[in-house]
């Protein structure tokens, strides 16, 4: 079946501006989670959603951050008045449960460019 | 909170000679410990992962990493490379409900 999918799969703009990346999870994965991954840096733990209640929100760097969720399915990460050191790959992820037992399946990411 | 630190950047080998990406964790009551690989131009993808039981756990590909607990490590090998195995490896650790990554090692087979 289909994987993880995220678009667009290339970002670029200018500084300031509002960006949106979107993440299309496996269906039937109830658990949804983002992260950050900087250049020549790990991936940062962003935000899970468990169906389209977001009980962790705790890595979401600033205020400029939000991401929802809807239908237990697409999730939207929305970046406001972006600034440089956004740029980054974001990534998506899905699980069927958030339980140790469940891995957790990768989107190709979303490179965004801040310029 | 836990963490996970991989200590090496870069680990260039020649193709069949063996390799170990190193990986510590941060000591904690249960731990759940994770490779994963980045092929070039790809998403992330599990490569093997310890829950619970034997400390050896094995993949598909050849690969191997050791639940050491006395040592808070997580070591990957393999006795021997393949080019195609060139690639970004990273490790990491399940804090409740989401993975804490360490910053990745880039592995580099040459002919």
Redesign the interface.
């Known amino acids: 079946g289909a ?2 999918s995220q678009s667009p799969s290339n970002k670029v703009t200018e500084k300031g501006k509002d960006v949106e990346l979107r993440c299309d999870p496996i269906s039937g994965h109830t ?1 949804l ?1 983002w ?1 950050r991954q900087r250049l ?6 962003l935000i ?1 959603f ?1 169906g389209n209640s977001a ?2 929100k705790s ?1 979401l760097p600033s205020d400029r951050f939000s991401a929802e969720r809807t239908g237990e399915s697409v999730s939207t990460l929305t970046i406001q008045r972006t600034q440089q050191e956004d740029s980054a790959v974001y ?1 998506c ?1 899905s699980s069927l449960y ?1 339980d ?2 469940n ?7 979303t490179r965004l460019t801040v310029l | 909170a836990q963490s996970v630190t991989q200590l090496d950047s870069q680990v260039p080998v020649f193709e069949e000679a063996p390799v170990e990406l190193r990986c510590n964790y941060s000591s904690s009551v249960s731990v759940y410990l994770f490779w994963y690989v980045q092929y070039p131009n790809q998403g992330l993808q599990l490569l093997l992962k310890y829950l619970s039981g034997s400390t050896l756990v094995e993949s598909i590909n050849g690969f191997e990493a050791e639940f050491n607990k006395s040592q808070t490590s997580f070591h990957l090998r393999k006795p021997s490379v393949h080019i195609s195995d060139t690639a970004e490896y990273f490790c990491a650790v399940k804090n409740t409900d989401k993975l804490i990554f360490g910053t990745g090692t880039r592995l580099q087979v040459f002919p």
Do not use: I, K
């Open positions: 994987g993880v658990a989670y992260y020549g840096q790990g991936l940062e733990f899970y468990q009980p962790d890595g990534l992820a958030t140790r037992y891995e957790q399946f990768f989107g190709p990411g």
